[in-house]
């Protein structure tokens, strides 16, 4: 280990130079220039020293940041960043090898839109030449928010019966500006001697261990070892009454900080960090460099936990044991930690040369985080976590998410925070993880391991890392025969400098026994990828061994021979492409091929790997919803063997299918003989999870076969989520705080209303119409409500929610139009009643602002038997608009425009293609259960009297706007 160099220590052989100039801020105007830092000057050593008296709630601080720095190239000015500052004073004194010179007539500007702090001379001359070293002393003031960026404050005052303040900085990513003066680029590193002058209440730490503690006064002033040089978004100290447990194992500290109350709820949580440090040191044969780690649990508002070197902080849900909110998985708070642990070395030991490589910190801290994990805890199988919680949202994010390349270059404040999204965490995880199987992974590791050896204490790009790799795979006896081996630049760069997702299509040519990969991107962006290719086949059905077997190369095609794959298939066997879905591409088949998997599903599912099953149906997805099918047959020979599947990862992905499948067939013949065709499939593992609860599957991961369950009218489960809604909204039993339910109660409450009596129904309004607007009770009805599949009921809903004269109306006009839109999108059942609900209450609602905007959107979801009906309502409205003078700064659509009805094209199409073929298989598949599921469906119906008849499905918006939340409330 390098023992870090004391700025101090480093100065000792100069003579220093007191005599000084105070120098004052001028007004110059601003000049466009560069947000980056120039990199004439650069930072030798930091000694900062802050004085809080947050101990007794003062929310102003002071701070000495004292610079060392040298002149790299002759300027006439030193820029640097400060944001927020006040009464900033500025001396420079020159740092002269046994003598002393005097700078004089400097003085500085704040330029704001790039937060710099410019030192120059009042006159334009060159003021510091090449070579030499000056020290900055700034003294400033500043005030503490409770916004966790800079230094924060954290009011605990009725917690523990006293006045109690608590200080926490979060620098990361350009926040330590708001704190001291600095070079804030990741890249710029430096020693950094930290002191802090707080109330004797209180005790400070900080990245490294206290040096020295000394009281004056009911103050006390706290040193702190100097650090190795690191990056300023690292810089973190906390001001607390807190107390703290320790352990130290192989020579490194760790201690958890708390609220005395609480501090033995983090016993577990210092157990595991313990373990996963040295899981760390293991796993890439890197020492912890700094003397302790601590974890503080914070009260604070936003994000799970931030990395800071030796200090990581938490929100204290996530560190504390019985707090914690997220059960959705035991060890979700250890796969938290483990990722801010991960950071010690991705990132704070080797930290991104800029923010372009922000997904080298949030990469590898989310895979590692999750592979360290997994390596302590084997029994929790975090990995399938990994796929169903990372892999699942990158692989979607392009639906949702402005896309960019993994590395892309950001330059102001908000589009760096911009880069800490999806992309750089997921994304960069699953490219990480597709490169540590391809490349086995003791070699990918062994590549790591140097990588961080060689660029410690410093920063790195992605180059960097690459020809890391690069040259461990020319060592590698096996990988240095490969042609591909020299180009791992190459085969890198097509990952992280690509926007999209490929999609690789495998078609086995039959008759020569050879096999065509094309590739393209899942967007029509011209795109091309290096990628891992690996397989299973009937013949050889091993899906354990993940390296890669050949790269297909970025071109559109590529054709192999089976020999020389070394592969023997007959035309009726399958073969698999990505094994255990560890690259991060979508795979289509030919339809022989995938007819061929559709029978090894149906003879004995368990050949294939159950990663590789989960990965069929979610290439099958994206598939479907772009009708990008030869024969829907094949389809629903994958889909049968469902009933035998217990597995919940494939059933998730399944149920996906399912869903929009259903969606497509709303309204068509064949929709009820799906809906068997489903129960019957789900009744099995429904069973199992809701009823017997034997599955081994909690509630919660149950979610999405609930919802499909639901949605196919299983009798089964719509009692099961009716009588939890009734429960809830009639007799206020409030199962939603019951931890198995978390995460899945809103599914239980949409479905549940899905068909209520109407004596219930209006118990349920009546409730409503009592609830108190606050209450999440409240919001929880309105969700569900509009998930019924009565007519009657939905627009009596919307007539009591909307309705002219409602005092319910919690919405403004213009959200109630929104809202009306959000429901009309979101549930085909809801459209013909949408409608009928316009017709009658236009004259109301065209008032609303942006009523022709959201009109216009609905209008664009008209299916095909009502378009002619949109086109008399939209001309009746246009008539009263304009008889009533109301205008408005949009056309309302024209009957015959081709927007009407554009967002249904595809489904139509669909039915256009499909419809008939399907209902055929159908009818050869489940003639003989019609009467009996009739039956069922009657006598679970039988409480609803007068509902009408089911005909759609109400896709849980509220799951998938939560879900979004929870992807963007992400951990650093
Ligand atoms: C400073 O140097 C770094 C690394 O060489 C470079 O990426 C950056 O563009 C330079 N900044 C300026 C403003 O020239
Ligand atoms: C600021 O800090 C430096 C370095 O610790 C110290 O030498 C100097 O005296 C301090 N200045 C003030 C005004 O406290
Ligand atoms: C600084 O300003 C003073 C007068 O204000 C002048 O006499 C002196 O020469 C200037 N020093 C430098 C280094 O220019």
Redesign the pocket.
Known sequence: MITPLSGLAALGAFFLVTLALVVSESSVPERPR?L????DTHPLAYHLHISSDIHRGVLLFSGNATIDVVIRKSTNEIVLHAKNLSDIQITVHQLIDGGSEIVDNLTHTIHRSASFLIIHPIENFQAFEEGQRFRLEILYTANMTQRPAGLYYMDYSDEEGHPAFVAATQSEPTFGRLIFPCYDEP?IKSNFSIKITHGSSHSAISNMPVKEIWSHGDLKTTLFHTTPPMSTYLVAFVISYFESTSETYRGITQSLYAPPASKEKGQSALKNAVRTVAAFEDYFGVSYPLPKLDHVALKKNFGAAMENWGLITYKDTSLLKNISLDIRNPLWDRITQNHEIAHQWFGNLVSP??WTYTWMNEGFATYFGYVITDLLYPEYKVMETFVAHEADSAYSYNSFFDVRPMSSYVENEKDIMGVFDIISYKRAACVIRMFHHAFRQKVFVRGISHFLEKYRYRAANELNLFDALQTELHEDEYFSQKSWASRIRDIMLSWTHSEWLPILVVTRNYENNSITFSQRSVHSKDELWWIPLNFATAQSPNFEDTQVDIFMPPQSQYSVALADLNMQLSGRDWIIVNKQQTGFYLVHYDTDNLMAIARQLQANHSVIHKVNRAGLFRNLKPQIEHNDIEQVDVVFEMLKYLELEQDILTWNEAADSIDRLSENLVGTASHKLFNEFVCRLVTPIFRRVYVEQNANISLDQGNRILHTACLADLPECLGYTRNLAKEYFINKVNFTTDSEYYGTYDTVLCMGVRYLSDPDFHRVIDVLKAADRGSENYDDMIYALRCTQSHRHLLHYLEVMLGEGSTHLILSEPEAMMYIVYVFKSSSASRPVIWQYIERNYMLICRSPNFVEHFNQIAKFVPRHQRLNVSCSAQTIANHMEAEGIKSSHELIESDSPLVGKKMKITENFQDRFEQQIHNWLLGEVPQSTGRSDALLAASLSASNGSSRPQGILKDATRAVRSVLRTIDMYR
Request: charged share 25%; hydrophobic share 25%; proline share 12%.
């Open positions: 560069s980056r830092l120039p990199n890249g040369e800029w």
